[in-house]
């Protein structure tokens, strides 16, 4: 199974909501991460966990709150977002240990924000 | 700061022609490079990597890629395309050797013709 899910497919909220984002990993990866990729962009790192533990936060707003609760799931909690943080957030896996560079990455949750 | 540069946002080629997408990279050692493939609507696949050693690079789909330190490039070749391979390609850099934090060119985004 070299498959990475991701829910909901599609998230619409308002600017009071608060919502979750989930990814779920069963390849036995210890290192999970988080992208958000505007339309016509490339892809923008996040957060990475490693082995549960944050390891990178890129500068994040506080409104973007990640969880890892065990090795095979990564939660994005979300609260007072703002219609620019409308856009595709990727989840993507990998085992540091083994091959690091082989990110494993999800089809995405399609995020609007109203 | 590291970066890397795809000159072509959007290339047009006739089934079963010859390809070639562009990636300039800007690092004072050597780097970690990438090529990944996104279709419409789905997450990042890894097309192939380079870390040393031998500078011509196979990866997975019948692509390859050239390391040219010489010109700071890392471009993505196949001999001939297929309509499934139209796509929006990334090249990327890993800018902390081994610890995952990948940037990102801009994309080109690849049409087939038939």
């Known amino acids: 199974d070299t498959e990475v899910t991701q829910t909901p497919k599609h998230l619409v909220m308002g600017m009071t909501n608060k919502k979750s984002l989930k990814c779920e990993q069963h390849?036995?990866?210890?290192?999970m991460y988080w992208y958000k990729q505007k339309a016509k962009k490339p892809p923008e790192l996040m957060f990475v966990?490693?082995?549960?533990?944050?390891?990178i936060n890129e500068s994040v707003p506080s409104r973007f709150s990640p969880e890892c609760p065990n090795s095979s799931l990564l939660n994005l909690h979300l609260h007072a977002l703002q219609p620019e943080d409308s856009a595709l957030y990727l989840c993507?896996?990998?085992?540091?240990?083994?091959?690091?560079?082989?990110?494993?990455f999800g089809p995405g949750t399609r995020l609007t924000v109203t | 700061a590291q970066s890397v540069t795809q000159p072509d946002i959007h290339i047009t080629v006739s089934e079963g022609a010859s390809l070639e997408l562009r990636c300039n990279y800007s690092?004072?050692?050597?780097?970690?490079l990438f090529w990944y493939v996104q279709s419409p609507g789905q997450g990042l696949q890894l097309l192939l990597k380079?870390?040393?050693?031998?500078?011509l690079v196979q990866g997975i789909k019948g692509f390859e890629a050239e390391f040219k330190r010489s010109q700071s490039s890392f471009n993505l070749r196949k001999p001939s395309v297929h309509w499934s391979d139209a796509a929006e390609y990334f090249c990327?850099?890993?800018?902390?050797?081994?610890?995952?934090?990948?940037?990102f060119g801009q994309g080109t985004r690849l049409t087939i013709n038939p």
């Open positions: 993507a896996s990998s085992q540091p240990d083994r091959d690091p560079y082989e990110q494993y």
């Open positions: 390849m036995g990866h210890r290192a």
């Open positions: 966990y490693s082995y549960e533990k944050l390891s």
């Open positions: 690092y004072g050692a050597t780097p970690y």
């Open positions: 380079y870390f040393s050693g031998d500078t």
């Open positions: 990327a850099v890993d800018t902390l050797q081994g610890a995952q934090k990948l940037v």
